[in-house]
């Protein structure tokens, strides 16, 4: 090896923020990309688009394809910000990739998606595909067709904000029709497709149809349904607690429901006295999409550590408790929280707010050591002679990944875990490194490592996607996901 491959080699190599060893690139700039694009919410612009540039250089289709994944509101990562960051990117940098594309965003994501394109290289094809929605939607109001979402999203010029007015004064000129005539089509068509905010605006609270509310309406707008609509809306909702009547909740996550039933006190402490029941919430928990497969042989690790403050202290223990709950093998309302040290975790009691309330928190927010929670585990099974294969075939790490240091040697946390394992008469189970929250490029293991996964993002719909590809190495289960028939639609022009 000459000098300059062993500086290349040698480069790989950095330190989490607590001081552990970990890579700063998985060997493959695609793996790279789709391991941290759902945990970029707080990123810097420079930060996603450079990620995005690597693994376009690799695979430009691959990585369009990636793109769309992490903006997939049901199959998907449902990141919004992330995606419009890269398709503003692609539209300056390689309009090819996303040209062939543009009516695709709105089935991923939202079509006010394309409204992040205005001022790029794609902004006429942007209008063009606007105005051939928009024109669709209005033959098929004519007929008393189906429509699509676009008039939910799209601006008009009597909107409340200043910035909002304007941007519906262009979309208005640019689909070729006066500020008057726009508006008057749009709200024809909201009624069409019953935008709720339209009836509420209205003050018509009595026409809202509650078992048709989207799910994130549904959640924002519940206490103003339980002030001007109170007994009709009340009676849906225990309706709806009972089993009785549908609510939806398929585009929720699980930590926007945990984040308003766990609130944090100043400080950012956390307090199980401060956990609260709400009816509208629990009945949106429980109608959340189940993505745990039947059999399902793996523990939740989540982190609870200081630096998870916030939102990704919600994502990590909504996650470990959604997970847990859904499990009816083994590890069934079971799952270990790791701070300064770690814990088995029992979930009791029937409702969210009692389960939330059932978690021992008292080491939580502390420093990040998961060396502690592997060894935990390897001791239980030492101390009771736990054969191999009644051994966790998998274990979920869902964290910042910002590991505390846990030894001088020049090794990687997996490697020196798969070493203490091996030593004491095990096979490390397989492992899901689960990023919810990444600050800076850290990476657990590199592209080649079998038996481990990359994920990341907020949504439980990874769930099944990483149950799937148990066994497999970082590249093979990342391909697996992406090659999957739902991305297909998607194209790069050559």
């Given at each position: ?34 391991g ?88 006429s ?29 799209i ?71 339980l ?26 996550y ?80 079971m ?52 054969p191999?294969?009644?051994?966790p ?16 040697r ?85």
């Amino acid at each position: 090896m000459n000098f300059a491959q062993a500086a290349r080699n040698d480069s790989v190599f950095t330190r989490t923020e607590n001081g552990a060893v970990a890579l700063n690139t998985t060997g493959d700039a695609r793996l790279d990309l789709f391991g941290t694009i759902g945990s970029l919410r707080g990123a810097e612009t420079v930060r996603i688009e450079r990620l995005f540039s690597e693994a376009y250089k690799v695979d430009p289709l691959f990585a369009a394809k990636i793109a769309f994944y992490a903006r997939d509101v049901r199959g998907g990562l449902g990141e919004r910000q992330t995606f419009r960051t890269i398709i503003r990117y692609m539209a300056q940098r390689h309009p090819e990739a996303l040209r062939p594309n543009l009516d695709l965003i709105g089935v991923y994501g939202r079509y006010d998606d394309l409204y992040c394109l205005v001022g790029t290289r794609l902004e006429s094809e942007m209008w063009e595909a606007m105005k051939a929605q928009f024109e669709e939607d209005r033959r098929n109001l004519e007929a008393g067709n189906a429509v699509s979402l676009l008039a939910k999203w799209i601006k008009t010029a009597d909107a409340s904000s200043a910035a909002t007015r304007k941007l519906g004064i262009l979309t208005a000129q640019k689909l070729g029709y006066s500020v008057y005539e726009f508006k008057r089509i749009v709200r024809a068509l909201r009624r069409k497709i019953g935008v709720i905010e339209t009836l509420m605006s209205a003050g018509h609270w009595d026409e809202i149809r509650y078992p048709e509310v989207p799910s994130r309406a549904m959640m924002i707008y519940r206490k103003a349904f339980l002030r001007h609509d109170g007994e009709r809306y009340g009676q849906f909702i225990n309706r709806a607690a009972a089993g009785e009547e549908k609510i939806h909740a398929d585009t929720l996550y699980p930590y926007d429901i945990v984040e308003k039933v766990m609130p944090r006190y100043p400080g950012f402490r956390v307090s199980s006295a401060a956990v609260i029941e709400d009816p509208a919430l629990e009945a949106q928990w429980r109608q959340l999409p189940d993505y745990v497969e039947p059999g399902t042989n793996a523990l939740v690790i989540a982190d609870t550590s200081g630096s998870m403050s916030g939102r990704p202290l919600a994502s990590s223990v909504g996650l470990a408790v959604y997970f847990a709950e859904r499990n009816h093998g083994a590890y069934h309302n079971m799952f270990m929280s790791f701070s300064g040290t770690s814990r088995i975790q029992m979930i009791r009691g029937e409702t969210l707010a009692q389960k939330i309330n059932s978690i021992n928190m008292s080491d939580w927010e502390n420093n990040t050591n998961l060396q502690a929670a592997f060894k935990h585990v390897l001791r239980i099974a030492l101390l009771n002679h736990v054969p191999q294969d009644v051994m966790p075939k998998s274990l979920i790490v869902i964290s910042d990944m910002e590991i505390d240091y846990c030894g001088d040697r020049s090794w990687t946390f997996y490697e020196q875990m798969e070493r203490l394992y091996r030593i004491n008469g095990y096979q490390i189970p397989n492992l899901i490194f689960w990023n919810v929250a990444s600050r800076h490029d850290i990476f657990h293991a590199d592209k080649s490592r079998r038996g481990v996964q990359l994920a990341s993002g907020q949504s439980a719909a990874v769930f099944r996607q990483i149950m799937q590809t148990v066994g497999m190495n970082p590249v093979e289960a990342m391909e697996k996901i992406i090659n999957s028939e739902r991305y297909e639609a998607i194209t790069v022009a050559g």
